[in-house]
């Protein structure tokens, strides 16, 4: 299995280049060079498989046993879902209406990215102990990916990541999740600006080639192929938990719901689908809705403004996974969606080539939720069943409770409800806070502040480079450079 960059313009990497390069050299996003196809046996034989189960499956698919063993790839994925509260990893409830909630938030931060990024984290390790190399993670955050990040790496001895937050702007349960691991190996920032202004420092660091060489600074942003990978096991999951039967000739389709930011989840649901899982996909946006322009009218432009909603992870502009959807929907057209993307980066709006269009309506269904909407939606799940559904767990039950039809559906809930106080309390519910996130008030918590008028990717610099003399000095090799999979200048930050 070799990766091929979305826009064509750089040579074929394996599963280890794709997962320390991020972005491809020339701007594009890896994918597989083949999707595989499976057949009605090999559905009928994992539909018996737990969770657990099936990211090991599908991870083997993508990563051969020749790079990593299949005994050491299922240690690997033991190890990565070890501490998540719920003894099936992820839980499905349903509830009334045929509302199927499946719940991918039992990882230690509460959120979806738990699953991803502990995966991510012990591959990485894996790689990096073999060469004995070190790698420098760099995220800017205004929400979960800070602290799933930080949670899939710390304490391991061959990575240091450093988290810019915006001070004040993100949940105090989200700074907190961030804030209060004290370890040697995560480096916390409070920055006294918004997202767009900790983004300024990260990307200029990743442009400076030299000083992103020297300490191989790399992204877990869900450009990162392995975060797609693995969230392919959702949709496989959800189909065998709801789908009624699979004794039918055609299989049954499954619908499933999918609140919507960046695109990754939606991403990996494409690729569920193109590997013969029969399920509709349905992409659910808040107010900041490109993705759902882009689905009806095939009008992929940045809107004149942001708007602050109660789903705030996915008051997202530019969804950048899209390109992947995109390629594969193209027929793995890389001169398309190079000459696509340049429009799109130049203007910020692009139209769809009808045909490209046509095929993307035909792939994914898509639905806008306000926050009327998503407050709605929160209040008669708990009327209904003592639910508390997060708002944007509530973006796809919207669209549930709007559909007259009785497909079997289910939706994807990408965080618990308790790292979202504020709109519970916005919805006339009541919050239920586990000891887990009540703990973290009485915590030490540690964090430097990036104040305004410093230069702070100077501070950046300056302490990225004393965590390398330090890891040096105490017996690791040069941090010579990984390779041709470094991350290349260019950094998204997500929420």
């Not at 196809?37 to 099936?54: A, P, Q």
């Not at 192929?225 to 709801?242: D, G, N, P």
């Amino acid at each position: 299995m070799e990766y091929i960059s979305t826009r064509g313009g750089t040579r074929a990497v394996d599963f280890e280049g794709a997962l320390f390069s991020g972005y491809a050299p020339d701007g594009g996003l890896f994918m597989p060079q083949n999707i595989p196809s499976l057949d009605r046996d090999t559905l009928w034989r994992w539909s018996s498989l737990c969770y657990r189960g099936l990211v090991k499956e599908l991870c083997s698919l993508f990563i051969p046993a020749d790079l990593v063993p299949r005994n050491t790839l299922s240690d690997l994925i033991d190890r990565a879902f070890s501490r998540f509260r719920h003894k099936d990893v992820v839980h499905l409830s349903r509830l009334k209406d045929g509302l199927n909630v499946l719940e991918l938030w039992h990882g230690v931060t509460f959120a979806f990215k738990d699953l991803s990024l502990s995966c991510t984290g012990q591959f990485l390790q894996y790689f990096l102990e073999k060469k004995q190399k070190h790698v420098t993670i760099l995220v800017g955050t205004s929400g979960d990916t800070g602290s799933s990040a930080i949670e899939s790496v710390r304490g391991q001895k061959n990575m240091d990541i450093f988290v810019l937050l915006p001070k004040g702007l993100c949940t105090q349960i989200q700074e907190l999740q961030m804030t209060t691991v004290i370890e040697d190996n995560v480096h916390v920032f409070a920055a006294h600006g918004n997202s767009d202004e900790i983004d300024e420092p990260i990307k200029e660091l990743f442009a400076d080639d030299d000083f992103a060489r020297k300490y191989n600074l790399m992204s877990l942003n869900s450009v990162n192929w392995s975060r797609i990978m693995v969230q392919i096991a959702h949709f496989f999951y959800a189909y065998f938990q709801c789908a009624p039967s699979l004794d039918t000739t055609p299989l049954p389709v499954v619908e499933i719901v999918v609140p919507t930011g960046g695109g990754g989840n939606i991403t990996a649901g494409c690729i569920a689908q193109k590997m013969g899982l029969p399920i509709r996909v349905v992409a659910v946006v808040n107010s900041n809705d490109i993705i759902h322009r882009t689905v009806q009218h095939g009008d992929f432009s940045v809107a004149e403004s942001m708007k602050a909603t109660l789903a705030s992870a996915m008051d997202i502009q530019e969804p950048y996974n899209v390109e992947r959807i995109l390629w594969l929907l193209s027929g793995s057209d890389s001169s398309l969606i190079k000459t696509l993307m340049a429009r799109f980066s130049a203007s910020k709006r692009l139209k769809l080539p009808e045909d490209l269009h046509r095929k993307l309506s035909e792939t994914l269904r898509s639905c806008s939720a306000s926050d009327e909407d998503i407050v709605g939606a929160m209040r008669r799940c708990w009327e209904e069943n003592q639910y508390l559904l997060c708002p944007h767990s509530a973006v796809a039950a919207h669209y549930h409770y709007s559909q007259p039809d009785s497909i079997p559906r289910c939706c994807l809930a990408p965080a618990s409800a308790a790292k979202f106080q504020d709109a519970v309390l916005q919805a006339g519910l009541v919050p239920q806070i586990p000891p887990e996130i009540t703990a973290l008030t009485t915590m030490e918590t540690r964090s430097t502040p990036l104040e305004r008028g410093q230069d702070w990717a100077q501070v950046l610099r300056g302490r990225i480079g004393a965590v390398a003399q330090r890891w040096e000095a105490e017996g690791g090799s040069q941090f010579a450079p990984l390779g041709q999979w470094r991350i290349r200048g260019q950094v998204v930050t997500q929420t």
